[in-house]
Structures are given as C-alpha cells and as structure tokens.
C-alpha cells in the first residue's frame, strides 16, 4: 500500500509568527498506521548505513528518531537545550528561521568511531541540524547520515549539511 504522505501534514498560516506557513506533522503521528510506515522508511535508510546510534535535536527530533532507534535496537540520545540534561555536556550555538539559539549533548552520549543518524521532524534553514552534526562529531563520532520528514527546500537547509547523506520524506 502506497501512502500519500503528504495528505498528514496540516499548514497553518502565520505560525508561529506572520509570514511564516507552518508545517505541522500532528495528523501524521496521529494516524498509528501512517507514523509506522514513515518511521518504516526512516529505519531502511538507517539500517542501509549501518546505523549504531540515532542522536535528534528537541523536541521533534526525539518523536522522528526514538521509535527508528527502538525499531532498529540501538540507542538515542537528545541534545536539547540549555539546562536540560544533567552532567557533563558539550554546547554548540547555531541560528534558525526565528532565533539564536544553542544546544547541548552528554559528553558521553557518542562513542567515538561510532555510525550516527541524526532525526528531525522538518530541514529549514539547517542550522538545528549542523548543530547536532557538530556536536556529535566533536565526540567522535561518524554521521553517516541524516532524515527528515519535511524539507522546505526554498529556505536551503540542504546546503548546510550537503556532506552528509540524506533522506526527507516530503518536499515543501
């Protein structure tokens, strides 16, 4: 069975700021058959690389890369935040469509040489995205790839992380 995807994403106008359309993957993770067959995608490009570790940017990041890191039976770790995540973490400061903002990993959540995946709902202008590359690479570890439901592909996120291999579900 062939899902239309892109008939699970709602678009509110002016969200959450005037001028802005935002893409809201809601009635995707609301339909249990829909999120399964996208996660489904999601874990085939991960497992075709060998995928040892999945790390995902809050808050979205954690809904896209835990269930593909329980279904593959290999580890997930958030970089979130400041003052989110108790012990020793790393910080790596990055812009987005709205904000500047930072976001920190355990220093001990990527061992080094290990093969990582990096997951988030939505590419926009990819500075999310590099920040969580660079933090897992500051610790060593390999991305092998990273996978998105959405890109927004006018706002050329894809630019940023033009290295890395790449997987989106749908194309706005």
Do not use: H, W
């Not at 039976?73 to 012990?87: D, Q």
């Not at 990993?105 to 290990?114: D, F, H, I, S, Y």
């Not at 590419?123 to 610790?139: N, Q, S």
């Not at 092998?144 to 959405?150: E, K």
């Amino acid at each position: 069975m062939s899902i239309d995807f892109s008939k699970y994403i709602a678009s509110y106008p002016d969200f959450p700021e005037p001028g802005v359309l935002f893409r809201d993957i809601s009635p995707m993770l609301e339909n249990g058959d829909v999120y399964r067959a996208a996660t489904d995608q999601i874990v085939q490009f991960a497992q075709d690389r060998n995928v040892e570790m999945i790390v995902g940017p809050e808050a979205r990041g954690f809904i896209v890369g835990c269930p593909v890191a329980y279904q593959m039976g290999v580890g997930f770790s958030p970089a979130r935040k400041k003052n989110k995540l108790p012990g020793e973490t790393i910080e790596e400061s990055y812009g987005t469509e709205y904000s500047q903002s930072s976001l920190y990993l355990r220093t001990n959540a990527v061992k080094p040489g290990q093969r990582v995946l990096v997951t988030d709902d939505l590419l926009a202008t990819g500075g999310t995205i590099d920040a969580t590359i660079r933090l897992v690479e500051k610790l060593g570890g390999i991305v092998v790839g990273t996978a998105f439901l959405i890109e927004l592909t006018e706002l050329k996120g894809r630019d940023k992380i033009k290295d890395y291999d790449f997987f989106t579900l749908l194309k706005y």
